[in-house]
């Protein structure tokens, strides 16, 4: 089974705008995270939420986190071109013995037009 | 702010030959990890590490690949005999306390011909 699926799988907006990712989960988790990688660049992190917290802030980035139907959403508000990125939310699910990885979604995929 | 590193960002190698990719991780980190990313695919778990010795592997960690932390810094992972579809980046992730954020490099591409 597919963890950590994101929605949409690409998203094209203008600067200036908002932009809202859906990430949607299958297993029980003790954390949830969102990362951005630009085109055949590293993983950079952007946020974490664990699983008793409802929303997260940071800068322009808002995260929110529905563990009653398995959901979390990234919020990045007044976009600019420097977001035009790939952004993945990852999951960490303890219960299963000491496991400690994080399983992918295959990510969205962020135009953001100047 | 600390930065996991890796070495090389990128190298081509003949099919069937060896290869190995550093890492150093951020230095109070306990957890290490190696992760690949086939072009257009999924993020993929290879190996988690801890206290020296392997904590979990996925179906894709085969005896063609071994991972060893020699010294205090390093974190290498070795490919024995590459094939075609271990073309990848590859990278390496580090957490202190494997609870809260796991901190990635920047990969090494990997294109085996």
């Known amino acids: 089974s597919q963890q950590g699926e994101e929605d949409p799988q690409a998203l094209s907006i203008q600067e200036g705008e908002n932009a809202t990712m859906n990430c949607s989960y299958k297993?029980?988790?003790?954390?949830l995270q969102w990362y951005r990688q630009n085109s055949g660049r590293g993983l950079v992190h952007l946020i974490l939420?664990?699983?008793n917290e409802r929303e997260k802030h940071s800068g322009r980035l808002r995260v929110t986190l529905d563990t009653s139907k398995k959901s979390s959403s990234l919020l990045i508000t007044a976009s600019r071109a420097a977001d035009t990125a790939s952004y993945f939310c990852?999951?960490?699910?303890?219960?299963?013995?000491?496991?400690?990885?994080?399983?992918w979604g295959l990510g969205t995929s962020l135009a953001v037009n100047p | 702010e600390p930065e996991v590193t890796q070495t090389p960002s990128h190298q081509v190698t003949q099919m069937g030959q060896e290869v190995i990719l550093r890492c150093v991780p951020i230095s109070n980190h306990l957890y290490f990890y190696w992760y690949r990313q086939i072009l257009g695919q999924k993020v993929e778990f290879l190996v988690s590490?801890?206290?020296?010795?392997?904590?979990?592997k996925s179906e894709i960690f085969d005896d063609q690949f071994s991972v060893e932390r020699p010294d205090g810094s390093n974190f290498t992972l070795k490919i024995r005999s590459t094939k075609l579809e271990d073309s990848a980046m590859y990278f390496c992730?580090?957490?202190?306390?494997?609870?809260?954020?796991?901190?990635f490099g920047e990969g090494s591409w990997l294109t085996v011909v």
């Open positions: 297993t029980s988790i003790n954390n």
């Open positions: 990852a999951t960490v699910d303890y219960n299963a013995g000491n496991n400690r990885k994080l399983i």
């Open positions: 992730a580090s957490s202190r306390d494997g609870r809260g954020t796991i901190y």
């Open positions: 939420i664990r699983s």
């Open positions: 590490f801890y206290n020296n010795e392997i904590s979990e």
